[in-house]
């Protein structure tokens, strides 16, 4: 559908019509429409903009991920529908894997997610091992890849709810997360929980990342050393509340 740029909802739209695409083009799962319109929902509240809160927990997920020994990157259908250019471009400026983790378990959807990232230049796509899984989760999610999430020491998990964040926790592992919902099981579990859209905060995260890489351990432990997950949360429903 051709949105009109004049139309006072564009970018939402815009938006919408990506994950539509997404599902047509065999990457997003159904489901991820109504995940979507969940996260629409409290970006209207949240004023469709990326707040403070937004931004000092971007500015610490890129300080935490430049000084990560093995950072891995998740990806599921709605995060390569609406971001897959963004995680590629993220992969590469911090040379560590894509894995394809995701919930409504499907092969073509795996396969058809990573000939996405794929096509975006993306160098490691692994998919989850039956062989390899992480402890304390019964769904599927707990496959992963030896060479990837089994291996990382930080994962990135972009848009996604359920009890994975507190498994992987639980597995050693820090979390950071980007969530509309401050009040979801992911972004109450994770390290450091990016209450915004993944289409404004990735953009940022990767600017951000481009100046860190630049900086040295002691200022990037600096960063991270002060940052504080549960006030951000706070901060964050208080600004959905109000
Ligand atoms: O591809 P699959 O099979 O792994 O499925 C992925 C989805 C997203 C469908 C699955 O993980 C799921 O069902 O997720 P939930 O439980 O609906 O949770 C999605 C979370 O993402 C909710 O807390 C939403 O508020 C949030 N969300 C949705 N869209 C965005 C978002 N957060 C940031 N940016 C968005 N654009």
Redesign the pocket.
């Known amino acids: 559908m051709k949105i009109p740029k004049t139309h006072p909802r564009y970018q939402s739209l815009k938006?919408r019509e990506q994950i539509v695409v997404g599902v047509k083009n065999g990457i997003?799962?159904i489901?991820?429409l109504?995940?979507?319109g969940?996260?629409?929902a409290?970006?209207y509240l949240l004023g469709e903009k990326t707040h403070t809160f937004g931004k000092k927990a971007i500015e610490a997920s890129a300080a935490l991920l430049v000084s990560s020994r093995y950072p891995a990157i998740s990806v599921?259908?709605?995060a390569c529908a609406?971001i897959g250019k963004e995680l590629v471009e993220l992969s590469g400026l911090l040379n560590c894997p894509l894995e394809i983790?995701?919930?409504?378990s499907s092969k073509t959807?795996e396969k058809n997610i990573r000939k996405y990232l794929e096509r975006y230049g993306a160098k490691q796509v692994f998919l989850p091992q039956k062989t390899c899984s992480i402890l304390h989760l019964g769904s599927n999610r707990k496959y992963v890849n030896k060479n990837g999430i089994y291996k990382a020491d930080t994962v990135f998990v972009?848009?996604?709810?359920?009890d994975r964040a507190k498994a992987l926790i639980k597995n050693g592992k820090k979390v950071i997360t980007?969530?509309?919902?401050p009040l979801?099981r992911?972004?109450q579990a994770a390290t450091i929980t990016i209450v915004?859209?993944?289409?404004r905060s990735m953009p940022l995260l990767i600017t951000y990342i481009k100046i860190l890489k630049t900086k040295d351990a002691n200022f990037l432990a600096s960063i991270i050393s002060v940052y504080n997950n549960k006030n951000i949360l706070r901060n964050a429903e208080k600004a959905l509340r109000t």
């Not at 980007?178 to 919902?181: H, R, S, V």
């Open positions: 938006t997003t799962s489901h991820g109504l995940a979507h969940r996260g629409e409290f970006d599921n259908g709605n609406l983790n995701i919930f409504h959807r972009p848009l996604e709810d359920g980007i969530d509309l919902n979801s992911t972004s915004d859209n993944i289409i």
